[in-house]
């Protein structure tokens, strides 16, 4: 992924470079998704319970960790030649960004923690209760699991387009996206 030097001439990213970024972009993004799903459910206890300390402390370290390994992983997977020209601006930062966390949504709500679940021995997802029981509150919970997936994905793809890109630390967006 080529960035412009001083000089104009366009520079290649280090690998190094792009796997701090990916580390850096999914702590941020972490961090973020974390207070969207501590204030809207209050699940960061329930995220320690599943390394057996039910705190919200736990909870954060575990999910900030996660998130961290996570933003890894995304180097992984996106730092591949057929995603190159994804990776050269914002916007395509951001669609990778929101695709790896939809992909990590299904992989941990869907396999992972189901999987934590039966280690502990539990019968039933450790949900806490919600204010609205039903219906209702199974439509808040994932309500809130989206939103914070997605924030997830745009604060990571956003981030690491501020680490990797000449322009990516300039504004939210491109100035004129006519030029890209």
């Given at each position: 992924?080529?960035?412009?030097?001083?000089?104009?001439?366009?520079?290649?990213?280090?690998?190094?470079?792009?796997?701090?970024?990916?580390?850096?972009?999914?702590?941020?993004?972490?961090?973020?998704?974390?207070?969207?799903?501590?204030?809207?459910?209050?699940?960061?206890?329930?995220?320690?319970?599943?390394?057996?300390?039910?705190?919200?402390?736990?909870?954060?370290?575990?999910?900030?960790?996660?998130?961290?390994?996570?933003?890894?992983?995304?180097?992984?997977?996106f730092?591949?030649?057929?995603?190159?020209?994804?990776?050269?601006?914002?916007?395509?930062?951001?669609?990778?960004?929101?695709?790896?966390?939809?992909?990590?949504?299904?992989?941990?709500?869907?396999?992972?923690?189901?999987?934590a679940?039966?280690?502990?021995?539990?019968?039933?997802?450790?949900?806490?209760?919600?204010?609205?029981?039903?219906?209702?509150?199974?439509?808040?919970?994932?309500?809130?699991?989206?939103?914070?997936?997605?924030?997830?994905?745009?604060?990571?793809?956003?981030t690491?387009?501020?680490?990797t890109?000449?322009?990516?630390?300039?504004?939210?967006?491109?100035?004129?996206?006519?030029?890209?």
């Amino acid at each position: 992924m080529p960035n412009s030097g001083r000089d104009g001439k366009v520079e290649p990213i280090d690998s190094g470079r792009r796997w701090r970024a990916g580390a850096a972009a999914g702590l941020a993004a972490g961090a973020v998704m974390g207070v969207l799903l501590h204030g809207g459910l209050g699940l960061m206890p329930t995220i320690g319970a599943l390394v057996g300390v039910e705190t919200a402390l736990a909870g954060w370290l575990v999910h900030l960790f996660n998130s961290t390994l996570f933003g890894g992983l995304f180097v992984a997977v996106f730092d591949r030649p057929f995603f190159a020209d994804m990776r050269e601006d914002v916007g395509g930062c951001l669609s990778l960004g929101v695709v790896h966390s939809a992909l990590l949504g299904v992989l941990t709500g869907g396999l992972l923690l189901p999987a934590a679940v039966a280690i502990e021995g539990a019968t039933s997802l450790p949900v806490p209760t919600l204010p609205v029981p039903g219906l209702t509150a199974s439509f808040e919970f994932g309500v809130v699991i989206a939103v914070a997936h997605l924030a997830y994905g745009v604060v990571l793809g956003r981030t690491f387009a501020a680490f990797t890109l000449a322009d990516g630390a300039v504004g939210w967006l491109p100035i004129d996206p006519a030029d890209r």
